[in-house]
């Protein structure tokens, strides 16, 4: 070798080795090993979750877009298990316990590692297509413990599949029950959708959509939309927006006012009153047997609207929070309808009330309705008896494939009850299945067989019977029936949907 080429070659080689020995006499700067140090981190993180003694409330965001709101869960851990309670559950104080695991993959996780219909519900898919469907809601039951403030009441997560930033919040002065039932009873008694309110001066309007878990802030230059969670006396967001200068991250509610005030500020709106805020608590019929009755109805500010009956058989009082709903008995041996008639700031609704018994219910009808694409339909239906049932015969898509739905009447609340999963009959050479759906096909109930939807009568202005769907299934009304085929009577292997109808009236001929 050129003696000239080795010394160049020798030159480049010193700093390196000069570099590797003063590295070898550095001091390495953390006492401990990498796993070392997550694994005190880990005894920390259960440290600190342990000794909540009223644990802890967690703002749950699925989906990576938040596409589907916010939902509040809250907490209590032991040393092994898990306590969890969860606003979407038939009975908001009814916990699951389940296992979880503080472990370190590539940095420190919490994982609930036990199934749960609570903390599963949003990440378990169920093989059908849509929202739900086979990528279930994006949602997570592992998270990356990405920090504990130093006070100890914050904990910072991060969702493992959805990427998403959430925060257990220290619950202090209640317990996990107390607060999902205080935030049932705020939720349930929450009549705004829209309320009105200045930001720097300037007029500004506030949107609230409970069922999507979203909120809208319209001001005279711009319009910003945003993801929500209930707490347990106002709304907080996913993350801060900016309007009009203002930062927004969450609403405290005053009920006795019926006010939402941007948390830090002092911009406050007003909820407005009109009409819709009692059919949305009352619904737009009331329906009853020929016996004289009473109806109770509990909502915010309910004597804050005018009633006024078009027939002398109803009468309405309101009191505070109550209506009160009276219809005389009907002796006239047919059935028949009144309404009453709603008014506040200059709005009016009505609320149509009808008297009859299931056996006028029996008989044939026809049934309009729109598919998914917004297309019309019509077809022919039956409600007959079937011993102590009734079936609802559908004549779809012909006369030799009938599509029955087997019902139960209800007579306190005058209304069939439908089970969602029960086998419909064939369709050619595949089973069908009922689910039901909201009124745009987004979220349905696809294989469950644990929503129950109604089919509610009453009048026309004709005195004729119609029939409408109703009910609800997790957060989402039911707007629709939708028809699931398989290759066998199992519902959980079903192929996916074969039809769905929206809008649906039936019309008894």
């Not at 080795?6 to 390495?28: N, V």
């Not at 929503?451 to 019977?465: C, E, F, H, Q, R």
């Amino acid at each position: 070798m050129n003696k000239n080429i080795f010394i160049k070659f020798l030159l480049l080689a010193l700093p390196a080795l000069m570099l590797t020995s003063c590295l070898k006499d550095q001091e390495d700067i953390f006492p401990d090993s990498a796993s070392a140090r997550v694994s005190k981190y880990l005894d920390n993180t259960k440290r600190v979750l342990t000794s909540a003694e009223n644990g802890w409330v967690l703002n749950y965001f699925p989906d990576r877009n938040q596409s589907y709101g916010g939902y509040s869960y809250t907490m209590s851990f032991d040393e092994d298990n898990a306590k969890i309670y969860c606003e979407l559950a038939d009975d908001v104080l009814e916990p699951i316990t389940t296992t979880y695991t503080l472990k370190n993959e590539d940095g420190p996780v919490l994982m609930f590692d036990t199934y749960n219909e609570y903390m599963h519900y949003f990440a378990t898919p169920t093989g059908s297509s849509g929202a739900g469907g086979y990528e279930a809601y994006d949602g997570d039951f592992i998270f990356i413990i990405m920090n504990i403030s130093e006070d100890e009441k914050t904990i910072t997560l991060k969702g493992n599949r959805s990427g998403n930033i959430l925060y257990m919040h220290k619950l202090e002065g209640q317990t996990p029950e107390a607060y999902q039932s205080v935030m049932k009873e705020y939720k349930d008694n929450l009549v705004f959708d829209k309320a009105a309110g200045t930001i720097d001066g300037a007029n500004s309007m506030l949107y609230i959509n409970a069922a999507r878990r979203n909120i809208r802030i319209q001001t005279p230059d711009t319009t910003v939309s945003a993801p929500f969670c209930f707490l347990s006396d106002g709304l907080t967001l996913y993350q801060p927006i900016h309007v009009a200068g203002k930062e927004v991250s969450s609403f405290a509610y005053n009920e006795d006012k019926g006010t939402f005030t941007i948390v830090g500020t002092d911009v406050v709106y007003t909820g407005l009153l009109i009409p819709d805020i009692v059919i949305n608590n009352v619904g737009s019929t009331i329906t009853t047997g020929n016996a004289e009755t009473s109806f109770t109805y509990t909502f915010n500010l309910a004597d804050q609207f005018k009633y006024t009956p078009d027939v002398d058989w109803i009468t309405v009082s309101a009191n505070g929070k109550q209506l009160t709903v009276n219809i005389a008995a009907n002796t006239t041996g047919n059935p028949r309808n009144g309404n009453i008639i709603v008014e506040a700031n200059g709005e009016k609704a009505t609320i149509s009330v009808s008297q009859m018994e299931v056996t006028d219910l029996l008989g044939n009808y026809v049934m309009a309705c729109v598919d998914n694409k917004n297309k019309p339909y019509t077809y022919s239906a039956n409600i007959s008896q079937a011993g102590d049932d009734f079936a609802l015969t559908l004549y779809y898509p012909n006369t030799n494939w009938p599509q029955t739905i087997m019902m139960k009447w209800n007579e306190n609340e005058t209304r069939f009850e439908m089970q969602s999963g029960q086998t419909l009959g064939t369709l050619g050479r595949y089973v069908s299945f009922l689910c039901f759906t909201d009124d745009i096909f987004d979220y349905w109930t696809s294989t469950s067989k644990a929503a129950t939807g109604y089919i509610i009568p009453s009048l026309n202005a004709d005195g004729k019977v119609v029939l409408s769907v109703g009910g609800t299934f997790g957060s989402s009304t039911i707007g629709g029936l939708c028809i699931l085929v398989g290759n066998d009577d199992v519902i959980e292997n079903v192929l996916g949907y074969y039809d769905v109808f929206l809008q649906i009236a039936f019309t008894k001929q």
